[in-house]
């Protein structure tokens, strides 16, 4: 893209950010790029705000800096606030360097977890938030399927075949990353060029907003019946992902290894065209067998062969777990690479594999898991730990700074001081940081604000353990004697005072007269008051198990009211706003379809993706790893889920005999199946419920 091309582009964003009027009185002005580094200038020039950047991701972020703190402005997933003065507020002039050439974002899960079901309005407005947050480098799945769809055809598989092959669309995240196939599928016929003329839209607006797209590399993934088509060939079994079949892996040094790879990069190129340079593809995620493999020539043809495409190509490669292997790394040409280290809040791989021997690396946060929403992070973590490793001398090539997350749209408070924190070099305090923050966010600063941000950000936002995630609702688990967790990978305890976060919501309640008015506001009252919630009904659950143990009926019936009482508030609490809603998740889903066969499968996708996951065998470990606290769902599967579960105990006390286990698969499987509706629209009082709360917060 030429630079009048990405001026109109930021001119563009600018209007669709504060609208045409104020659009007019701000000028856009290109500097020249020093060592890699994006930099960005504001100034008030004769009354105008003149904004000077070395790209559009370095402009977009000047602009929304310009927003944030001299116009009190908030941009985020869970409310927004913007109050654009005219004139507008004079700047004198400043520059902001960022010390990162890479600004990435998103993980493979996110696709499914969050943006399974989006449509161009929801893409259009998440690649503004990206460039005004000053991302230039982006994990782009949408429409990949098409390039396997043709890759299999053209070496000989019917067109049947190959959509037998595709997931559906909430699980394209795990087919890509090579650890499973079919599920969700197949897809209807139209499905594929129609996700691929939403997947130009969305790498021209990109581009021209100064974001890289990452496409997908070809590592070797083949069907599982690959061997049986194609004789000559000896692909290796990957075992299975949580007893789903992963594809079959065929190395380089096989015959058609070549062919395929070669189809694979002409296909994906002929659909998307090549001014994409960026690879992602991660052998061996999550297990996959390297047994007889020499896997530093793997890494070196899997690499060869990109290049041989792309000259240009970097290939992207996740840190998780073991991977990339030691030996890949050794097969590697490093100045072609690039690796993300997905969990650095909490497990960073740099520090225990020497900065990956001199391959370029992105510090990335996960911060969520499976999309679960709950209060969660370690903000002054988050502060201190990003100058320092720009400090470290052991932190090698580090080269930038991501995002990771598997699900979005939770905790924007941790995003927005990421995202800060790619113009800064020196840690922020943390105290003024909140206070611009909640001025931002809410409008105004109010002292019980503040008070309820301080109890925050010395409890739920001062994790220092190292989970996977917020401490999950006990509301979204499936019914047992001892739950800990409710998915299989999930926090065990409590790393807070519960008491500061009950606190938090009756301060935050205080100031609802006030700043009723503020979106942001609102969402982080409902958000704190359901955590709150969540926390009390836990407590709840140990007492009338406690009861059941000891037989001791009255107290049985008193707890088990106590809980589903905090269960029908949740699900009424959750109904007044929109990100809470079941529903919404359930209609975009079957939005997209066209007939009614495709609005139910898709509706299937939504619905398994957040409760059992996978068939019977693989939901043993996965069942509700991305359990939402949604209105809706809570009302329509954990409330009857656990009603069932209270009435089956309730008996064995009153007969004091142990009854038939429940099989929960078969009840949450039948759930999968409806395709009944729900609101899409908050519904609710906020003022009445909050009060009708307040006096069981204690």
């Avoid at 129609?194 to 100064?210: D, P, Q, T």
């Avoid at 996977?468 to 509301?475: D, K, L």
Wanted: glycine share 6%.
């Amino acid at each position: 893209m030429n630079a009048s091309q990405d001026t109109n582009a930021m001119y563009d964003l600018i209007r669709r950010v504060i609208g045409e009027k104020y659009s007019q009185e701000v000028d856009i002005r290109w500097l020249k790029q020093i060592d890699d580094r994006d930099a960005f200038e504001l100034e008030t020039v004769k009354g105008r705000l003149v904004i000077r950047g070395t790209s559009g991701s370095a402009i977009a972020s000047g602009f929304y800096w310009y927003l944030k703190y001299e116009c009190n402005s908030h941009i985020s997933w869970c409310g927004d606030h913007i109050d654009v003065p005219l004139p507008l507020p004079v700047v004198s002039l400043f520059r902001q360097e960022t010390p990162y050439k890479y600004r990435y974002n998103l993980n493979y899960c996110t696709y499914s977890y969050s943006m399974a079901f989006w449509d161009w309005e929801r893409w259009e407005r998440e690649i503004d938030w990206m460039a005004l947050n000053g991302i230039n480098l982006v994990l782009s799945l949408v429409g990949h399927e098409e390039v396997w769809r043709r890759l299999l055809t053209r070496i000989g598989y019917s067109d049947e075949q190959s959509k037998q092959f595709i997931c559906g669309p909430a699980f394209f995240a795990w087919q890509w990353m090579q650890n499973m196939t079919s599920w969700g599928g197949p897809l209807p016929d139209w499905w594929f060029q129609e996700r691929v003329k939403l997947a130009r839209k969305i790498h021209e607006r990109m581009m021209s907003l100064g974001i890289i797209p990452i496409l997908q590399g070809y590592s070797g993934m083949v069907p599982v019946d690959f061997k049986l088509k194609f004789t000559e060939t000896d692909p290796v079994d990957q075992g299975k992902w949580c007893e789903f079949d992963r594809p079959s892996l065929l190395l380089p040094t096989d015959s058609m290894y070549k062919e395929v790879a070669s189809i694979f990069y002409e296909e994906q190129k002929a659909i998307f065209g090549e001014d994409f340079h960026f690879y992602s593809t991660d052998p061996f995620h999550e297990g996959g067998s390297t047994e007889g493999i020499d896997v530093t020539a793997y890494a070196q043809e899997v690499q060869r062969t990109m290049m041989d495409a792309d000259p240009h190509a970097i290939w992207v490669l996740q840190a998780w777990h073991d991977n990339p292997k030691e030996a890949l790394l050794q097969g590697l040409d490093k100045s072609h690479a690039l690796i993300l280290d997905l969990w650095c809040e909490s497990n960073p791989a740099w520090k225990q594999r020497e900065a990956f021997q001199g391959t370029p690396w992105v510090w990335c946060m996960i911060q969520n898991y499976g999309g679960k929403n709950g209060l969660f992070g370690n903000l002054d973590l988050i502060a201190n730990e990003l100058p320092a490793v720009l400090e470290n001398p052991q932190s090698g090539q580090l080269a930038g700074i991501g995002l990771a997350m598997e699900g979005i749209e939770t905790n924007p408070v941790m995003y927005d001081l990421v995202t800060d924190m790619v113009w800064r070099n020196e840690a922020p305090d943390m105290k003024a940081w909140l206070a611009m923050y909640i001025r931002r966010r809410y409008g105004k600063w109010l002292p019980e604000a503040s008070e309820a941000w301080s109890l925050l950000h010395g409890s739920v936002y001062n994790c220092n353990t190292m989970q996977q995630g917020a401490t999950e609702s006990i509301i979204c688990a499936r019914p047992a004697e001892d739950i800990t967790n409710v998915s299989t990978w999930g926090p065990t305890g409590y790393y807070y005072d519960q008491s500061h976060v009950r606190e938090a919501s009756k301060k935050l309640f205080d100031c609802y007269e006030e700043l009723k008015s503020s979106d942001g506001y609102l969402y982080d009252l409902v958000d704190v008051t359901r955590q709150a919630i969540a926390d009390l009904a836990r407590d709840a659950y140990h007492q009338f198990m406690s009861a059941f143990r000891s037989k001791e009926i009255t107290l049985f019936e008193k707890w088990t009211e106590c809980f589903l009482q905090f269960v029908r508030l949740q699900d009424k609490l959750l109904s007044t706003r929109k990100e809470f809603l079941l529903g919404r998740w359930i209609a975009d889903a079957r939005e997209l379809g066209r007939s009614e066969e495709d609005k139910n499968l898709f509706e299937f996708n939504a619905r398994t993706l957040i409760t059992v996951w996978g068939p019977e065998q693989s939901q043993l470990s996965l069942h509700d790893y991305s359990h939402r606290e949604w209105a809706g769902l809570i009302a329509d599967f954990y409330y009857p889920r656990w009603t069932m579960y209270i009435e089956s105990l309730k008996h064995e006390i009153n007969d004091n005999k142990e009854i038939e286990p429940i099989d929960w698969y078969e009840w949450e499987y039948q759930w999968t199946q409806s395709t009944h509706t729900f609101h899409v629209i908050s519904t609710g009082n906020l003022d009445e419920i909050m009060n009708e709360i307040i006096p069981l917060l204690g």
